[in-house]
């Protein structure tokens, strides 16, 4: 059967005229209907190009040098751009960190809304209030009238991201791109985000990649994970592999997430950062941090290679022949 997103052995350069940048280096990523898939990595390891590349919405001095983004079967590189602007929000929509930078501070949420909606239907105006009213109620909101009326520093975090949900959902797209959607929020309120996320997923039976630099955070709610490093990646599986992960990377990002406040003393970040243009590294590239690295690592990289039923690793250490 055909998956809704297949991304395939996708590369993707930064040229800037004076250098250029390998930010991600052949990575391949499904997510089905139904399904919540985490992308995890620090900052900077590629994932929300990666995101976006899923709607094209690459900045100028960024180009796919390889692999395709496929959904359902379509190919998005090679769209029309009236195909594509009907794939943006009819078929992928995409939510981002700080919902107060997405709204706009000077609209209403209705009149933000509204805007939404002429884009994907022609319908009347009641039609478009009660069509508002839906989503609006669909994401947890109550008091839809006051909503609908507020300026966006009227309401929360929480409801903000709340409102940015409604707003993807309008066009009733199958795919859904989250990226650290819960970040900027406190931890109670994130917590009822990615619940409202499980909601969703299972109500409009959606796809959605959840995009976090938080492993801990994402394994509550996702099916699956992909771990990214430095444009690649590195590690992935279902949720219960990653209680004990394999590849060096993943086991510093879970040496670093505290389990509880009382052991956030023993917290251990991984030393060094992400390399600026791991394209251009010939071995693994997370070498230059690894506490296990062989001379073999630095000769070439590694494979991603199964190790079970869905679940890959790269890494020397881990199943290479
Ligand atoms: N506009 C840009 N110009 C040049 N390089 C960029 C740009 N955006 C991203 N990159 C490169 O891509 C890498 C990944 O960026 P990004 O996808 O934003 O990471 P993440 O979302 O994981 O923090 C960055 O480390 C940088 O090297
Ligand atoms: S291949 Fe080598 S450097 Fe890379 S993660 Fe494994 S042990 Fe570390
Ligand atoms: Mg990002």
Redesign the pocket.
């Known amino acids: 059967m055909t998956k809704l997103l297949e991304i395939n052995d996708l590369s993707i350069e930064f040229d800037s005229g004076a250098e250029r940048n390998r930010a991600i280096n052949n990575i391949s990523i499904t997510v089905d209907r139904g399904e919540i898939v985490g992308v995890v990595g620090e900052s900077g390891c590629g994932k929300t190009i990666t995101g976006l590349s899923v709607l094209r919405l690459l900045p100028d001095t960024a180009s796919i040098t390889s692999g395709n983004v496929r959904i359902d079967g379509d190919d998005v590189l090679s769209l029309s751009n009236k195909k594509l602007r009907a794939l943006r929000g009819s078929k992928v929509a995409m939510i981002f960190q700080d919902p107060s930078t997405s709204l706009n501070p000077v609209f209403t949420v209705a009149s933000q809304m509204r805007r939404v909606v002429k884009q994907h239907r022609d319908i009347s105006s009641a039609e478009t209030r009660r069509l508002m009213s839906e989503r609006l109620e669909a994401v947890g909101l109550s008091d839809i009238d006051r909503v609908l009326a507020a300026y966006p520093h009227e309401l929360s975090g929480g409801m903000k991201q709340r409102v940015m949900i409604a707003m993807a959902l309008i066009g009733e797209p199958e795919l859904l791109i989250a990226d650290e959607p819960t970040t900027a929020l406190d931890v109670t309120v994130q917590s009822q985000i990615l619940a409202l996320l499980m909601d969703i997923r299972d109500r409009f039976d959606l796809g959605i990649m959840l995009i976090s630099h938080d492993l801990g955070v994402v394994s509550q709610v996702v099916d699956r994970v992909v771990v990214l490093y430095a444009g690649s990646v590195v590690e992935r599986g279902p949720v219960p592999h990653f209680a004990e992960p394999e ?3 993943t086991k510093g990002l879970i040496g670093s997430i505290p389990k509880s406040t009382t052991e956030r003393g023993s917290l251990e970040p991984i030393e060094g950062t992400v390399p600026y243009d791991p394209g251009g590294i010939g071995g ?1 590239v ?2 230059s941090r ?1 506490p ?3 001379d073999v ?1 630095l000769e070439a990289a ?1 494979s991603l290679d199964a190790v079970g039923i869905g679940t890959a690793v790269a ?3 881990v199943g290479q022949r």
């Open positions: 590849h060096p990377y693994c997370y070498a690894c296990d690295r062989m690592c590694p890494c020397y250490l």
